[in-house]
């Protein structure tokens, strides 16, 4: 069976030069197809200890923890919540804060706690950690909170109502920023990179601030920058008339291409692109295609390779990305030889019975061939993982 998902490592080396060239776009200006948005927290590469409280706000859930930063880094307490009601029309601010308070009255707060709070929507980071909420998405619209600081409101009213003693600061990070920072739990490497492939996709790292034109002379702020690259939104060469259409049908047309190609989110949209008239389930997403792939005897076999060539794919391009990436620290870092990817998501971790494949074996596969063909062969890229990144990441981050 012919693979219109396929592509060469030439294809791939194009792929990762593009990102290239546009990640140093985007540290130039504001605006451009590759955000790389900075954050404003200094990393501590090591020594990081202490205790902090963390809050992490996803789309569905509320988490709240105790995180012991040390020797050895430890979660000593934690609560959680649905918050799925946040999402109800006429949900306010107040409601979201109460709701919140909920869950962090059943922990046992240290004393002067500083608070890591993992927002998981678009803001802007402001100087002092906080960040601006630019637009809320996920399907949640609480109104009066665009365009206002995220932390500082939230910790006055945790003081007032719960009489909580927040008197640290507040650091304020996007998921994509603490599975950056989870990795400084890891220290001994000399970059460091955020991964994120499941329901969506994007990368992080630390960029010197002198490879950030666009914050170059900033008051207030010098040293090693993180940067949320917002890598999803990277259209790439290469892609397939598969793909323009799962783009063309989608809500946000033009945007987003490379997470369209990727994620977990978009993967049943391709394969349902591949056989238009079958009358495939709209709601087809990645674990549709694993189920597929898991049990092939139970479907038809182009379906199930099919399936295999678009994740196969997947990974290949998440590859290519790193590599991309991989080239833009070697810029930065002459010196680089050791790099950490920390990646979270289901779909970078999950594995397949048709052709026994694990999604992170190719990804390492691959990206070792592209590295050699880029001449950059000596660099060593350790794929890691860490049960509860979003919640260590935020602790490492405002304890740095």
């Known amino acids: 069976m012919n693979n219109p998902f396929a592509l060469s490592n030439n294809q791939l080396l194009d792929i990762a030069n593009d990102l290239k060239l546009k990640i140093e776009t985007g540290l130039r200006a504001d605006g451009t197809e590759i955000k790389c948005l900075p954050t404003y927290i200094h990393p501590k590469k ?5 205790d902090a409280v963390v809050f992490d706000l996803g789309g569905t859930n509320f988490r709240a923890a105790v995180v012991s930063v040390g020797l050895e880094t430890k979660i000593t307490g934690m609560a959680e919540k649905n ?3 946040m999402k109800i029309e006429g949900f306010t601010e107040t409601d979201l804060y109460n709701s919140e308070a909920e869950v962090i009255n059943q922990l046992d707060l240290p004393a002067n706690s500083s608070i890591g709070y993992c927002f998981s929507y678009p803001a802007k980071p402001m100087l002092n950690g906080d960040a601006e909420l630019i637009v809320w998405t996920k399907g949640v619209n609480i109104p009066n909170m665009e365009g206002k600081a995220i932390g500082a409101p939230m910790v006055k009213y945790l003081n007032d109502t719960l009489n909580a003693g927040f008197s640290g600061k507040i650091a304020v990070v996007n998921d994509t920023i603490t599975s950056l920072f989870a990795g400084l739990a890891n220290p001994g490497y000399d970059a460091y990179v955020g991964l994120i492939v499941g329901t969506g996709t994007n990368m992080a790292t630390f960029f010197p601030s002198s490879y950030i034109p666009k914050i ?12 949320n690259l917002e ?11 598969y793909d323009v259409e799962v783009d063309a049908n989608s809500d946000n047309k033009g945007f987003q291409r490379f997470e369209k190609a990727i994620s977990g989110m978009y993967l049943g949209r391709t394969f349902r692109a591949v056989y238009p008239n079958d009358g495939l389930d709209v709601n087809l997403d990645a674990a549709g295609l694993s189920k597929m792939m898991n049990n092939p005897d139970q479907f038809k076999p182009e379906y199930v390779e099919t399936a295999f060539q678009i994740y196969e794919r997947s990974a290949k391009l998440v590859a290519a990305s790193i590599a991309g990436l991989v080239l833009n620290l070697n810029s930065a870092y002459p010196s680089v030889k050791k790099i950490q990817v920390l990646a979270e998501g289901s779909l970078f971790w999950s594995k397949v019975k048709t052709h026994n494949a694990k999604y992170v074996d190719i990804v390492n596969a691959t990206l070792k061939e592209l590295l050699a063909e880029s001449g950059l062969g000596d660099n060593e890229v350790q794929l890691s993982r860490i049960e509860n990144a979003n919640l260590i990441g935020a602790a490492m981050s405002v304890l740095s």
């Open 231 to 241: 890598s999803g939104n990277f259209d790439p060469p290469h892609l397939t008339a």
């Open 83 to 85: 918050i799925t009601e």
């Open 216 to 227: 170059e002379g900033m008051e207030g702020w010098s040293g090693e920058t993180p940067v």
């Open 46 to 50: 090591d020594g990081i200890k202490g």
